[in-house]
């Protein structure tokens, strides 16, 4: 992962991440995570703008290494997968001509992979909407699963090569596929999706259940990223201004909810449900994944 190398001075009167105390950091973080801004973080916390998202890269280069070494081996049974979208500077058609092409500078598509049972977020990855993004994603899941499950996508191309290649045959996969009705002029100037009208299941390989073919539980995960993290929140100026903090903003948050967040229908975090944990994480224990010699020092 790409690090971000910033040697701008903070303020004289504002304290820097080497000089604040874990507590003054998962301050800064459970804001992250609860679905402030950066700036509000910052007026809030009383942290430098600087300190906030140097801290926030170290957290979520943590939490990558910490996923990545953790969430393994996994028995999970059924696995839906989904695609959710967000932009970096600008929307697509607003990107200027020198920039267009470049990846991390307009829409930007975080591809998700959840377990239906657990509700742990068990593989993401965020790219384009393309054939190699889908593969990126499958291979990620496809490397933490510990047997043969039922996996569940919407109707996008990209997944039919992307989950042969990776899974070939083993593996028992369905697209719920959602019918939308055309939008009527007056429908057209709303910030609405189109009416969805019906859904057609279409089994691909393998013999997946029926009752099982769903993407709810990974479409309703979309609403909590969009919730808890405020740079996917439509209709403001919070969005992502650099890919990099955009990628480690999305790890933060999968960490914090696989781990610290506990799931209302579940009682117990995603972590624990999945057997890959054992208490519920505190965001003290979050921050404690940085290592102290890892920890920027802001000149």
Not at 9 to 17: I, L
Not at 80 to 87: C, G, I, R, T, V
Not at 97 to 123: C, H, N, Y
Not at 174 to 190: D, P, S, W
């Amino acid at each position: 992962m790409q690090k971000v190398i910033d040697n701008a001075c903070p303020s004289k009167h504002t304290p820097s991440m080497n000089k604040l105390n874990n507590a003054r950091r998962a301050q800064i973080i459970a804001c992250l995570c609860e679905g402030m801004s950066v700036s509000a973080t910052c007026r809030i916390t009383g942290a430098d703008k600087k300190t906030v998202l140097r801290l926030l890269v170290k957290v979520g280069e943590a939490c990558v290494a910490h996923h990545d070494a953790t969430v393994r081996n996994l028995k999970s049974k059924r696995i839906q997968a989904d695609e959710l979208w967000s932009f970096v500077g600008a929307k697509a058609k607003n990107v200027p001509a020198e920039k267009r092409g470049q990846f991390g500078v307009g829409d930007v598509w975080t591809w998700t992979a959840l377990d239906a049972d657990s509700k742990l977020m068990v593989s993401w990855f965020v790219g384009g909407r393309d054939g190699g993004a889908a593969f990126e994603l499958m291979s990620d899941c496809a490397g933490r699963l510990a047997n043969r499950v039922q996996l569940t996508t919407d109707g996008h191309r990209a997944y039919l090569d992307a989950v042969e290649d990776v899974f070939g045959i083993d593996v028992d996969y369905a697209q719920l596929v959602k019918i939308y009705g055309e939008n009527t002029r007056e429908e057209n100037r709303k910030y609405s999706p189109a009416v969805c009208l019906g859904t057609e299941r279409k089994v691909i390989m393998g013999e997946p259940d029926k009752a099982h073919i769903s993407t709810s539980y990974v479409e309703r995960s979309n609403l909590s990223v969009r919730m808890h993290t405020r740079r996917f929140t439509r209709l403001t100026n919070a969005f992502s201004k650099k890919i990099e903090n955009h990628v480690h903003a999305v790890a933060l948050f999968f960490t914090f909810y696989n781990f610290c967040r506990i799931h209302q229908t579940l009682r117990v975090t995603p972590a624990m449900e999945a057997g890959i944990a054992d208490h519920v994480w505190t965001v003290e224990e979050l921050i404690g994944l940085v290592q102290e010699e890892d920890v920027v020092i802001l000149k």
